[in-house]
């Protein structure tokens, strides 16, 4: 008789493990397909990488806080955010317009208030300037326009470039609250 009790508990043993690892199975196969964790805490652009005289285009956060005033979160896709380390490492980042998923050259002091296309647009270290390098067809007066690194205007009739509000911490561009 205690061979069938010894059998039963091991029986049970084995139905309890399968029971928990498929369990284990379950959480981790549910925590995967929820995708990573959202942090907590402003948007950020990583920036560690990004070496003197270096730039990285990055998307609007769909947070209306950090935005523009008088644009929503549905606005943030119309938005590209120019994230630059300039030749002496200081991180600067502003709004820009967005055409087609390309950022287009300001025409407003509000980035919401478009732009004119652009296929290159970026910031030149050796000329110390950001200006549309290369005209989409017939928008070659977009090539006219041009901002210094700071994004104050060197063109007559440009706006300056509008910077976004944040500041680098722990090799991220943090952005801040404006509402």
Known sequence: MPLIDERRLISAALRAMLTVAALAALLLAWRYASGPARPDGPPSVRVIKLLPGTFVWADAPADARYLPAGLRPQDAARLKLLVLRD?????????????????GVPTDASPAGGGIACRDFAPDFHAADIACRQAAPGFDFALRHR?????????????????VAGHEADGDWVLQAVR
């Open 87 to 103: 030749e002496d490492g200081i991180v600067r980042a502003f709004w820009l317009p967005q055409q087609d998923g390309q950022p």
């Open 147 to 163: 901002w210094s690194l700071s994004g104050k205007a060197l063109s007559a009739g440009s706006p300056d470039l509008q910077p």
